[in-house]
């Protein structure tokens, strides 16, 4: 059962859905405070440092303590691929950093509609290169994202297995948005009980990001249609009562199909990106991404080179 305390709030935005909602459009989502700004926030056991060679706002978030000193993570943000940024992919990653207790590189990728698909792919793209660069090997870096992150990670796995390069160790997804199509049931089922969604609000942001509808089943811009054969483990959370329930459901189907390791944990009550709201569920959640993604870069060997200190 969901705990008196995420009830009682959730109720609170349902109830005020469509000002929440408004609100949220005009101006929380698209707060852009300077890279250096945000990186001296203190967050969640974190600290950061910007890195200012990427063309974009990025920063270095950093553990008190680096259990795994030769990793790295790379957060993807979300936003529908229309809003979010700098401080928006800090507050989301910094938790989960220190969970992990591994360095996590995080960026803010350029927008729709001004820069639709595949701007944010290439954004993505390089700040994997980024980390490359730095030293870190693909088996000692793990990808994160939420909502529209998640389905910017899977791309960007997706792009790194067709063009022959070596995979990621492992991809944490939260509220994962993979079908731009809306095919699934939960888009209709659970409009009354999600807090926080609007689907006609999520097709408007799919039009801007893909540039039509007849592009919304390509497997590059709807990943859930997609082949993930050869991708690295894969662990999805999801709340019970958020209409892209049906995306991480039916992508763990898909993933399974292609012999990849997946597994899907719905929390029950919980509404999109739930993560974000400081719930104990959202402790309990992101404590669980945090030790799988520590499992699965600290197992992994690394090769000769060494890892910066970036």
């Not at 001004?114 to 792919?121: G, H, I, T, V």
């Not at 049931?185 to 893909?210: C, G, H, P, Q, W």
């Not at 029950?268 to 404590?287: D, L, P």
């Amino acid at each position: 059962m969901p705990s008196q305390r995420s009830q009682k709030t959730l109720g609170l935005i349902r109830a005020h859905k469509r000002t929440a909602s408004a609100i949220g459009r005009s101006w929380i989502m698209r707060l852009d405070p300077t890279a250096k700004s945000v990186a001296r926030l203190r967050m969640v056991g974190t600290r950061a440092k910007t890195i200012d060679t990427l063309g974009m706002p990025a920063v270095m978030i950093l553990p008190q303590h680096i259990a795994v000193d030769d990793a790295a993570i790379l957060h993807m943000h979300g936003g529908a691929y229309v809003s979010g940024g700098i401080l928006q992919s800090r507050a989301i990653a910094s938790p989960i950093c220190a969970a992990a207790q591994i360095r996590t590189l995080t960026f803010s990728y350029r927008l729709a509609p001004r820069d639709p698909y595949p701007a944010q792919l290439e954004d993505a793209y390089r700040a994997y290169c980024y980390l490359r660069e730095q030293g870190f090997a693909p088996g000692k870096i793990a990808f994160m994202g939420e909502s529209a992150g998640g389905n910017l990670a899977l791309s960007l796995a997706a792009k790194l297995r067709d063009a022959g390069e070596e995979m990621p160790a492992a991809i944490a997804l939260m509220s994962p948005w993979v079908d731009l199509a809306q095919t699934g049931d939960s888009y209709e089922r659970l409009v009354d009980v999600d807090a926080t969604l609007d689907a006609e609000n999520l097709m408007e942001s799919a039009i801007a990001f893909a540039g039509s509808p007849s592009r919304f089943m390509d497997g590059d811009i709807s990943p859930l249609y997609a082949d993930f054969t050869g991708f690295p483990p894969i662990q999805i959370h999801c709340g019970t009562h958020e209409i892209l329930l049906s995306d991480s459901e039916r992508l763990e189907e898909a993933l399974q199909r292609d012999g990849v390791q997946a597994q899907l944990f719905r929390w029950v009550g919980m509404c999109h990106v739930f993560q974000a709201f400081g719930f104990e569920e959202s402790r309990a959640s992101i404590h669980q991404i945090g030790q799988f993604l520590h499992e699965h870069l600290k197992k992994q060997p690394m090769p000769d080179e060494k890892a910066s200190k970036s």
